[in-house]
Structures are given as structure tokens and as C-alpha cells.
């Protein structure tokens, strides 16, 4: 019994990552078509996007998805490789970095943000 139900935890976490993986996939396909200008960005972005600001922001997109579905089929054991692994766990941290710094910017007030002053000035650059 103890075996059936380690497989089977097995089985659904490597769905989840192929999940994550394919998820990430159609979002590369979508950014790529705001990107080519199938999709019209003020559609997708509500207008809120300068020339300027639309391709490094989407080109920032397709790099978290990359970011995203490698650590997917790293984590997911779809690839293995020891380089990879090493990317992946820097990846995890810099995206749980990332992430909390949009979480607490409405939270604390500019003037205790301390170390992270570039990162945040950065990230409350975007349109969000």
C-alpha cells in the first residue's frame, strides 16, 4: 500500500509539472503573438504601454515563462542535468525575490525598503 501511494504521488506531481510546462508554452505562444502584433497590445495591456515600455516589458515576460517552464522540467525530472539544477535553484530564488518585492511594495512605505531600493524602483516601474 505504502508503495501504491508514493507512485501515485509521484504521478500526480509530474502531471503538475507538465501542467506547468505546458501552461508556460501557450504563454510564450501568446506573448509572442503580442510581440508580433497579431494580438493588438492596447488590447492586452488596456492601453497603459508606451513604445517604449512594450517590448522590454514583454520581452521580460518570456523570460519568467522560460525561467518558469525550465525550472518545471528540472523540478519534474524531464531534464536532468547538474548545470540546470544549479540554474533552477538561483531561478527559485530570484523569482521568490522578485515576487515578494511586488507583495510588500503596497505594504511598507518607500523610505523602509532599505537594501532593495534599486530592485523595488525597478519593479514599481511597471504598469501594474
Not at 521580460?60 to 525561467?67: E, Q, S, T
Not at 511586488?102 to 531600493?117: K, Q, T
Request: with cysteine; hydrophobic share 55%; glycine share 6%.
Amino acid at each position: 500500500m505504502n508503495f501504491v501511494s508514493r507512485l501515485i504521488g509521484k504521478l500526480i506531481l509530474r502531471a503538475a509539472y507538465l501542467t506547468l510546462i505546458i501552461l508556460s508554452a501557450l504563454f510564450l505562444v501568446f506573448h509572442g503573438l503580442v510581440i508580433a502584433e497579431v494580438l493588438p497590445r492596447n488590447i492586452v495591456w488596456g492601453g497603459r504601454l508606451t513604445d517604449a515600455t512594450f517590448l522590454p516589458l514583454e520581452l521580460l515576460a518570456v523570460v519568467l515563462n522560460l525561467l518558469l517552464m525550465m525550472t518545471g522540467a528540472v523540478t519534474g525530472e524531464f531534464v536532468t542535468a547538474k548545470a540546470a539544477k544549479v540554474i533552477v535553484e538561483r531561478t527559485k530564488w530570484f523569482l521568490f525575490f522578485c515576487f515578494g518585492q511586488l507583495c510588500c511594495r503596497p505594504v511598507f512605505p518607500d523610505n523602509l525598503r532599505g537594501p532593495y531600493d534599486a530592485c523595488n524602483r525597478a519593479l514599481c516601474a511597471l504598469p501594474l
